[in-house]
């Protein structure tokens, strides 16, 4: 009799189950190109709604935070376009069609500026008055646990489905978001963004012609592999709200260096590497955004009247650093080692901190060559060595 009425029910399972999925949009609903693009197109027709004024998310109060990640989960749970509208932007990263001047050439920064900027037109659709923050993975420990950035109140767990912070239990279209960090990649670094602010052409901070040590997007894939998960490629980064935040602190980055340019009297607009990569990267190739090219990212209404970045100030004691960092005095930095163990904290760990960070900066430098097989940056995209094959030369990665 039991085993009965176990059939019986998993018959009326199966039987309901293409009825019962359509409550679970998120599962089976995936986004349309054409609705994409068709809010790209709203958004870029939306009138702007003052500059954005952008600081690290955790020199924000309590309030300030909530109302960005209140406006997040809006577009995630706003079905006017399928699954959500959080997603059907979040696609157009993800769709080879549209990405293919986002990647591998001189146009990964305007590109990611312009997608940033529309990203941040769309939450201001729920809330007018938010901006943007950024996530500055300088200011990030040693170990990934010992920063607050993981916690409840901020953007939750770093291993494993994501069950804790404003994004938990999200569904992406590919699956429950997830992520993996620590396995691989590393933090942007204060020598990294040195060496970039020591350059003065666009070309020689991106792809394909940059030095390794210098090359922005190198360094940003590697925070991709930090987090890992739905962040850890390409087709599924932007997922991740984690991805927007990120890239925010790119973006501001691009700002400061192009600011830089022109106090050397250098115009960004003129400054179009001619080695940029395949065509698509080319000044005047279409973005795919709109009506937009390649070089509308480069243009100094962005610095003029959109974007005021404040970055972390320099601290002397933890007051100056928020509620979710503290000041390293001997650097007068804020670092968000605030979850650093008792045992690991002291007089012996400080004298030997320095040495330490330096050893496992050059561990993950190492480790993270671009050109090494097992970490060719990540995703999908950057898993293909041939791309960077000189023409006629044996790829001896791919041999």
Aim: charge should be neutral; glycine fraction near 6%.
């Amino acid at each position: 009799m039991a085993m009965q009425r176990t059939v019986c029910v998993v018959t009326v399972l199966v039987l309901c189950l293409p009825s019962c999925l359509s409550q679970f949009p998120g599962l089976t609903d995936e986004p349309q190109i054409k609705d994409s693009l068709r809010l790209a197109n709203i958004l870029l027709n939306r009138p702007d709604e003052g500059p954005s004024v952008r600081r690290d998310c955790r020199m924000l109060n309590n309030t300030e935070f909530q109302r960005i990640v209140r406006a997040v989960n809006a577009a995630k749970r706003d079905t006017r376009i399928k699954p959500n509208v959080h997603d059907a932007y979040s696609y157009l990263h993800a769709h080879p069609d549209i990405n293919k001047g986002a990647h591998l050439g001189a146009s990964f920064l305007p590109y990611h500026r312009v997608f940033i900027y529309l990203y941040e037109k769309l939450l201001r659709i729920y809330d007018r008055g938010i901006s943007l923050c950024f996530w500055d993975s300088t200011a990030e420990p040693e170990k990934m646990t010992w920063s607050a950035l993981w916690t409840p109140e901020l953007f939750g767990n770093v291993q494993g489905a994501v069950t804790t912070g404003f994004a938990r239990d999200w569904v992406t279209p590919l699956r429950t978001l997830d992520r993996q960090g620590g396995v691989l990649g590393r933090p942007f670094t204060d020598q990294d963004v040195e060496i970039v602010m020591s350059k003065k052409r666009l070309g020689e901070i991106s792809m394909p012609a940059a030095k390794v040590d210098a090359n922005v997007e190198l360094m940003h894939n590697y925070v991709h592999s930090y987090v890992g998960g739905i962040m850890g490629q390409v087709q599924t980064a932007a997922y991740d709200p984690i991805f927007w935040f990120h890239h925010t602190f790119v973006d501001c980055l691009y700002d400061k260096f192009q600011r830089r340019q022109r106090q050397l009297g250098i115009d960004p607009m003129r400054d179009w590497p001619v080695e940029h990569g395949t065509t698509s990267h080319a000044p005047f190739a279409p973005m795919r955004l709109g009506s937009l090219r390649n070089i509308d990212g480069a243009h100094a209404s962005f610095s003029r009247d959109i974007v005021q970045c404040e970055p972390i100030p320099p601290c002397s004691s933890d007051v100056d650093c928020g509620e979710y960092m503290r000041c390293d005095v001997a650097r007068r930095k804020c670092v968000s080692d605030t979850l650093r163990p008792a045992t690991e904290m002291g007089s012996m760990w400080d004298s030997v901190e320095t040495l330490l960070a330096s050893m496992l900066r050059g561990r993950l430098a190492e480790s993270n060559h671009p050109l090494a097989p097992p970490n060719f940056g990540y995703g999908i995209v950057f898993q293909q060595p041939a791309l960077f094959a000189f023409p006629g030369e044996k790829n001896e990665m791919s041999a």
